[in-house]
């Protein structure tokens, strides 16, 4: 079985900062890929960030420049980065990773989400 548990998530004031953590733990041979989404209350869910195993990132237009997205193979764990966070900002943010498994299967697993609040 696999695992994600993000942790990081929180309230700061607009301009704050917060790092976000996704820990994969489990039967894991690699982890492909991994992105950050987030969803507001009555949105649908959108992708933030996506960083793959050779370290190439795609981010979302409206945090570019302002979040960054990074991964430490060792520890199996992604990070996100935010800065100059605004109100719009705040969301459940869930962290997605397509994983290998020992057993040599490949599925899409979510993490539990998240909460972060931007107060104005």
């Known amino acids: 079985q696999v695992q994600l548990v993000e942790s990081g998530g929180g309230l700061v004031q607009a301009g704050g900062s917060l790092k976000l953590s996704c820990a994969a733990s489990?039967?894991?041979?690699?982890?492909?890929?991994v992105g950050w989404y987030r969803q507001a209350p009555g949105k649908q869910r959108e992708r933030v960030a996506v960083?793959?195993?050779?370290?190439?990132?795609i981010y979302a237009d409206y945090v570019k420049g302002r979040f960054t997205i990074s991964r430490d193979n060792f520890k199996n764990t992604v990070y996100l980065q935010m800065n100059s966070l605004k109100p719009e900002d705040t969301s459940v943010y869930y962290c997605?990773?397509?994983?290998?498994?020992?057993?040599?299967?490949?599925?899409?697993?979510w993490g539990q989400g998240t909460q972060v609040t931007v107060s104005s």
């Open positions: 489990g039967s894991i041979f690699s982890i492909i890929d």
């Open positions: 960083i793959n195993s050779r370290g190439t990132t």
């Open positions: 997605n990773a397509r994983i290998t498994t020992i057993q040599d299967f490949t599925y899409e697993y």
